[in-house]
């Protein structure tokens, strides 16, 4: 099945900086990305999502973008702020109900 | 949460017993999941529903039984809990294209925490 890794598993930044979190997978059939935040206490909640045939995809702060020859894809969140804090889980889809996600990355936004 | 509700939402329970979660949704969307979230694994899926009585697979699902007699309900069943199966599990639904494939974009429940003891 498909692998996917998730780093790093934790991130600190200022408030107001930039995070980056990255995902490889190992199935080049995957072809759906979504990324998911988690607050302590509560079910993950998708925050953007990208498909194999679209390389770059935006939302306000929040930005996918997709390397398929590498296979990798990344979440790039600017101007960080403090509500930002949360896990973040990346996963693949070779087939719609199947995702295989990432391991999470703990991010802390330090006012 | 997208009208998604689990039950309970803690549970202790002792090694051996029987113990069945449920997931129930008011979005009338044609696919459930059940996954459990471990430190280190992420999410991972037991089993997946893609209509009434129609349940497949997922990739831990040594231990899990699962039925849906109802659009709106999905129940998970641990036949006899293990130490192992502690866990917080997490329902999510998804919508059915008009070729009754799943889109891709799944919602979450909240959560059940499970402790084994």
């Known amino acids: 099945g498909e692998n996917v890794e998730q780093h790093p598993s934790t991130l600190s930044v200022q408030e107001g900086d930039s995070a980056v979190i990255k995902c490889t997978y190992s199935?080049?059939?995957?072809?759906?990305f979504p990324w998911y935040k988690q607050e302590l206490g509560k079910g993950p909640q998708l925050i953007i999502d990208i498909r194999s045939n679209v390389g770059e995809k935006k939302d306000q702060r929040i930005a996918v973008t997709l390397n398929k020859t590498a296979k990798h894809f990344s979440l790039h969140i600017t101007e960080t702020q403090p509500e930002d804090s949360a896990v973040y889980f990346c996963?693949?889809?070779?087939?719609?109900?199947?995702?295989?996600f990432g391991t999470g990355t703990s991010l802390t936004v330090i006012p | 949460d997208a009208g998604i509700t689990q039950s309970p939402r803690h549970k202790v329970t002792e090694t051996g017993t029987p113990v069945t979660l449920r997931c129930h949704q008011t979005e009338n969307h044609r696919y459930m999941y059940w996954y459990r979230q471990d430190p280190g694994h992420g999410l991972r899926l037991i089993h997946y529903?893609?209509?009434?009585?129609?349940?497949d697979k997922g990739e831990v699902s040594d231990g899990y039984s699962v039925s849906r007699s109802k659009t709106e309900d999905f129940l998970l069943t641990l036949e006899s809990a293990t130490s192992s199966q502690t866990s917080v599990y997490f329902c999510?639904?998804?919508?059915?294209?008009?070729?009754?494939?799943?889109?891709?974009?799944?919602?979450f429940g909240p959560g059940t925490r499970l402790t084994v003891l």
């Open positions: 996963a693949a889809s070779i087939f719609s109900n199947q995702f295989y």
């Open positions: 529903s893609y209509g009434v009585k129609d349940t």
């Open positions: 999510a639904i998804s919508e059915a294209t008009l070729a009754r494939r799943s889109t891709d974009t799944q919602y």
């Open positions: 199935d080049s059939a995957s072809n759906y």
